[in-house]
Nanobody, 124 residues
Framework: QVQLVESGGGMVQAGGSLRLSCAAS????????MGWFRQAPGKEREFVTS????????YYADSVKGRFTISRDNVKNMVYLQMNTLKLEDTAVYYC?????????????????WGQGTQVTVSS
């Protein structure tokens, strides 16, 4: 069983930056693919980015490509999401997720473990 705890959310002006962190415990972190998803009010949870266990493979949604960067530290059991040039439409609850197996993008149903989420609000 893997436990995930996100932190780093908050309110930021459009064009600003935030870094989200996700602390993992309870499993073999270095063998687990990690991802970030987000869910805005009234919308379905959507894929943002993911990273393989080694960090060598990453995927990004087109909407965040070039602005967001995912990374991980397998010594500290942490995964990070650096968000730059934030836009109003990035406002959402951001969730960290873990997947046993190869890294993938796409459906949240492919992920096995979830954090509780952290709110990111981008204001004009």
């Amino acid at each position: 069983q893997v436990q995930l705890v996100e932190s780093g959310g908050g309110m930021v002006q459009a064009g600003g930056s935030l870094r989200l962190s996700c602390a993992a415990s309870g499993g073999t972190f270095s063998s687990i693919a990690m991802g970030w998803f987000r869910q805005a009010p009234g919308k379905e949870r959507e894929f943002v980015t993911s990273i393989s266990w080694s960090g060598s493979t990453t995927y990004y949604a087109d909407s965040v490509k070039g602005r967001f960067t995912i990374s991980r530290d397998n010594v500290k059991n942490m995964v990070y999401l650096q968000m730059n040039t934030l836009k109003l439409e990035d406002t959402a609850v951001y969730y960290c997720a873990a997947r046993k197996g190869v890294v993938t993008s796409g459906s949240p149903t492919l992920y096995d473990y979830w954090g509780q989420g952290t709110q990111v609000t981008v204001s004009s």
